[in-house]
């Protein structure tokens, strides 16, 4: 399919045929395509939970509240935020854009560039991702708010500013996950009507995670799709500048 093709077909599927079950493979294809969406600062913050399993999804139906599209999903692809995995990601990040300044960067500006990603990732990155009750927010933001007087600044470094960020960044693969789904002919519905306390308890998450969106797949039946698509007229959304 052309991606005009794809994304019209891709809508947010509420009932799932039960007689047409899904390949692993080629889900988990799917949220490999998914890890090539754009993250900030490259930190790829996020992690996907491919939930296969019968006994785990007659788990998660209730937490997504007993929606139909929950109770009759073959499959679910749970999408979680990891902030407080920023040191490791950071030191990841780190390592191999060294070597891309090492293998394409002219030798002369290669050391000046690595002093400047050691700075960006092991001082900036841990001082803008922490999280201290709030109070580290307020720091930074007061800090940023006194250097903006003088000069264009990065404002939104609060505490909630950082995981919105972060929520974003995993939104974008979300994207891109149902996107290749959509190209692969299976469907998909995102859902954010859930409890995250059931849905982190079914998968055993960690305490740290945070649900991003709950994803129920599958291959859609006629009444799957509740009607036409409504999109507010293009000429409200568009601004030409």
């Known amino acids: ?105 002219p030798a002369e500006k290669q050391e000046k560039r690595i002093k400047k990603l050691e700075l960006y990732y092991t001082k900036m990155i841990p001082f803008i991702y922490s999280r201290g009750f709030g109070l580290w927010g307020l720091v930074r933001k007061i800090l940023v708010q006194s250097i903006g007087l003088f000069r264009p600044i990065i404002r939104q470094v609060s505490e909630g500013d950082m995981r919105v960020s972060v929520h974003k960044s995993c939104a974008l693969a979300v994207q891109t996950f149902m996107l290749a789904m959509s190209e692969a002919g ?11 306390r059931m849905v982190k308890k079914a998968l055993d998450l960690p305490y740290n995670t945070e649900i991003n969106m709950v994803i129920t797949c599958g291959v859609r039946m006629p009444d799957g799709v509740w009607g036409a698509r409504y999109r507010r007229p293009f000429e409200e959304t568009y601004h030409l500048v």
Not at 10 to 24: E, G, I, M, S
Not at 56 to 80: G, H, I, N, W, Y
Not at 186 to 196: A, H, Q, V
Request: hydrophobic share 40%; proline share 4%; aromatic share 8%.
């Open 1 to 105: 399919m052309s991606l005009q093709e794809i994304l019209n077909h891709r809508r947010a599927v509420r009932h799932f045929d039960p007689a047409k079950p899904l390949d692993n493979a080629v889900v988990r294809k799917c949220i490999e395509q998914a890890t090539l969406a754009p993250t900030s600062s490259n930190m790829q913050l996020w992690e996907a939970y491919h939930v296969t399993d019968k006994k785990v999804l007659e788990k998660l139906a209730p937490a997504c509240l007993d929606q139909l599209t929950a109770r009759s999903a073959q499959q679910m692809v749970v999408f979680v935020t990891r902030q407080d995995q920023y040191k490791q990601h950071a030191e990841a990040a780190l390592a191999f854009e060294k070597g891309n300044i090492k293998n394409y960067s």
């Open 186 to 196: 299976y469907d998909t519905c995102p859902l954010e009507g859930f409890d995250s």
